[in-house]
């Protein structure tokens, strides 16, 4: 069985999801690649965010 730790969880599913935005939301194939390139780093960004933000709350 495939045991993913929480940040490998997220990298998977920003992947997926940033991919299926830049292909649904822009009609040229460079603007949907960075599209994408942009969605993931806001998804780990935000992440990397959050868990900073919770890491404060609990200390």
């Known amino acids: 069985m495939l045991a993913l730790s929480h940040f490998s969880a997220v990298l998977l599913f920003a992947t997926f999801a940033s991919v299926v935005f830049g292909i649904t939301q822009r009609t040229a194939p460079k603007a ?26 609990r200390r």
């Open 32 to 57: 949907m690649i960075r599209y994408s390139l942009y969605c993931w780093v806001m998804f780990i960004g935000i992440v990397i965010v959050a868990s900073w933000f919770m890491w404060f709350i």
